[in-house]
Protein backbone atom coordinates (compact mmCIF):
# COMPACT_ATOMS: atom_id res chain seq x y z
CA UNK A 1 0.00 0.00 0.00
CA UNK A 2 1.22 3.16 -1.13
CA UNK A 3 1.94 6.50 1.27
CA UNK A 4 -0.68 8.25 -1.30
CA UNK A 5 -3.03 5.40 -0.40
CA UNK A 6 -3.02 6.13 3.00
CA UNK A 7 -3.34 10.05 3.01
CA UNK A 8 -6.49 9.28 0.68
CA UNK A 9 -8.03 6.76 3.43
CA UNK A 10 -7.16 8.73 6.06
CA UNK A 11 -9.04 11.81 4.21
CA UNK A 12 -12.31 9.67 3.25
CA UNK A 13 -12.65 9.00 6.82
CA UNK A 14 -12.48 12.36 8.18
CA UNK A 15 -14.78 13.42 5.37
CA UNK A 16 -17.28 10.57 6.75
CA UNK A 17 -16.92 11.58 10.33
CA UNK A 18 -17.80 15.30 9.51
CA UNK A 19 -20.78 13.86 7.54
CA UNK A 20 -21.44 11.68 10.70
CA UNK A 21 -21.43 15.27 12.31
CA UNK A 22 -23.91 16.97 9.70
CA UNK A 23 -26.47 14.06 9.91
CA UNK A 24 -26.59 14.23 13.84
CA UNK A 25 -27.11 18.07 13.34
CA UNK A 26 -29.62 18.08 11.36
CA UNK A 27 -31.66 15.38 12.47
CA UNK A 28 -32.20 15.77 16.52
CA UNK A 29 -34.24 18.50 17.87
CA UNK A 30 -31.51 21.00 19.69
CA UNK A 31 -32.68 20.01 23.10
CA UNK A 32 -31.75 16.41 22.56
CA UNK A 33 -28.76 16.34 25.08
CA UNK A 34 -27.89 12.31 23.57
CA UNK A 35 -27.25 14.31 20.01
CA UNK A 36 -25.49 16.93 20.89
CA UNK A 37 -23.22 14.75 22.73
CA UNK A 38 -23.08 12.50 19.17
CA UNK A 39 -22.45 15.53 17.42
CA UNK A 40 -19.63 16.56 19.83
CA UNK A 41 -18.02 13.23 19.47
CA UNK A 42 -17.94 13.31 16.13
CA UNK A 43 -16.54 16.87 15.38
CA UNK A 44 -13.81 15.68 17.89
CA UNK A 45 -13.14 12.61 16.28
CA UNK A 46 -13.20 14.42 12.88
CA UNK A 47 -10.41 17.22 14.36
CA UNK A 48 -8.24 13.89 15.85
CA UNK A 49 -8.03 12.30 12.69
CA UNK A 50 -7.06 15.58 11.21
CA UNK A 51 -4.13 15.93 13.10
CA UNK A 52 -3.14 12.68 13.01
CA UNK A 53 -3.41 13.10 8.90
CA UNK A 54 -1.56 16.25 8.96
CA UNK A 55 1.45 14.25 11.23
CA UNK A 56 1.53 11.60 9.17
CA UNK A 57 2.15 13.76 6.25
CA UNK A 58 5.30 15.55 8.17
CA UNK A 59 6.45 12.24 9.12
CA UNK A 60 6.43 11.11 5.58
CA UNK A 61 8.03 14.20 4.32
CA UNK A 62 10.66 14.14 6.95
CA UNK A 63 11.60 10.34 6.50
CA UNK A 64 11.73 10.49 2.56
CA UNK A 65 8.72 8.55 1.75
CA UNK A 66 6.46 11.34 0.05
CA UNK A 67 8.49 13.73 -2.43
CA UNK A 68 6.46 16.74 -2.91
CA UNK A 69 6.12 17.70 -6.38
CA UNK A 70 9.01 20.69 -7.31
CA UNK A 71 6.95 22.84 -9.86
CA UNK A 72 5.52 24.80 -6.46
CA UNK A 73 8.87 25.78 -6.05
CA UNK A 74 9.16 29.63 -7.83
CA UNK A 75 12.84 28.62 -8.67
CA UNK A 76 12.28 25.27 -10.72
CA UNK A 77 8.54 26.35 -12.08
CA UNK A 78 10.09 27.95 -14.85
CA UNK A 79 12.41 25.32 -15.56
CA UNK A 80 9.96 22.62 -15.73
CA UNK A 81 7.52 24.77 -17.87
CA UNK A 82 10.70 25.48 -20.62
CA UNK A 83 11.26 21.59 -20.32
CA UNK A 84 7.20 20.63 -21.40
CA UNK A 85 7.45 23.98 -24.35
CA UNK A 86 10.23 21.87 -26.00
Not at 4 to 16: K, R
Amino acid sequence: MSINTVIIIIFLLMVFVLFQGLYHMLKSPRDNLESQKKLVRSLTWRIGIWVVLFGFIILSKQMGWLDPSESMNPANFQKEVDQRDK
